[in-house]
């Protein structure tokens, strides 16, 4: 059975800092990987996808990696703003895709300006 | 739509009462997903269907909870005899088959027993 931890639970940082988050499963067999934000109060909003053959995505400031020999994902976000701050989700959808996300319980960052 | 749309937004009832709670997905997407998240918590997951079967719906935490799909679209998730602990914000996401695709996520019901 698929987990998805994500390291660390919360995290502040000072504006224009570089941070990296964490994100590892336990089974390899992953068809993608789907990094989401979430601001209080409100839904999912999706902001990188890779798939299993890729090792990285990239959208503006951020960067996604992928290591599906170690399970593991990284998020990157580079010169970080105090429009950052919101909880990081990351959710891996197994081999076949017939099956749920399954999701870590996030990363809260804030940035501090 | 442009989105998934989940209605209604925000939803007080009694406890012991029946609620009803809509989703729905982006057109076109196959797959469509329940989870629910408490306040402060992860998110849980509570159903999955694929066009209108329900591969897994393991994660149903009692027999109060029911959901169908009709038309590969719209999906309700419906609530039994409500209680307190089933107060949370219940999302729903679509997507579309395939590797390289992104599921999207309603803004949520806000579900509050009182």
Redesign the interface.
Known sequence: KQEVTQIPAALSVPEGENLVLNCSFTDSAI??L?W?RQDPG?????LL?I???QREQTSGRLNASLDKSSGRSTLYIAASQPGDSATY?C?A?SLG??????????TRLSVIA | GAGVSQSPSNKVTEKGKDVELRCDPISGHT?L?W?RQSLG???E?LI?F?GNSA??KS?LPSDRFSAERTGGSVSTLTIQRTQQEDSAVY?C?SRK????????????TRLTVV
């Open positions: 068809y993608n789907q989401f409100k839904g999912l909003t999706s996808l798939q299993s053959s989700l959710a959808l895709g017939n099956t749920p996300l399954v999701f870590g319980k996030g | 797959a997903y989870y918590q992860g998110l997951f999955y694929q591969p897994d994660g999302l996401a088959t395939g590797a390289n695709t992104e599921a999207f996520f309603g803004q949520g």
